[in-house]
């Protein structure tokens, strides 16, 4: 009976773990909304237009081809209210190749992607939300260097952590 027992308790462990896995699968698509922002804030430190506007198209892309029914309940949650806004600054940014108007639409999809990161896991690794007091804007990085986007190489540095999310 207690062998019964063991084996039916093992079962519905592995049950449990699985769905977990199921569960970490279905939001890891997000993840490359987090890579190309990334990928899109360092084009604009190098004040590389023309990159900033390919990885804005890059990031449009990964959004179109989230599948919504296959994420969890919590993540669909947090990302609806906020896919078209994050599509319509990528859009915009990805429509320009003024480098200081994609900086000012940076603005909202450093925002936006900040209140998806917070309310979903985007990455594994910590994802920092630095500031930039000249801008009074904010920006996410994979690390807690200071390389600020919205002025580049005029004032790489200038800037500070905000908040960590682990």
Known sequence: MKKILLAGMVLVAGFFQQGKAQDKAASSQLS?????????????????ATAAAAEAAEFVKAAASVDMKAMPAADHNAYMPLSDKLVADAKAIA???EISKQREYFKTLSDNIYTLAKAVSLSAAPVYQEYCP??????????NAIKN???????????KVSDTIK
């Open 95 to 97: 429509g320009t190749k």
């Open 134 to 143: 000249m801008k009074k804007a904010y920006w996410l990085s994979s690390s």
């Open 149 to 159: 986007p919205y002025f580049g190489n005029q004032m790489l540095t200038c800037g």
């Open 32 to 48: 490359p909304l987090l890579t190309h922002y990334y990928q899109l804030k360092d084009a604009l430190i190098g004040s590389n």
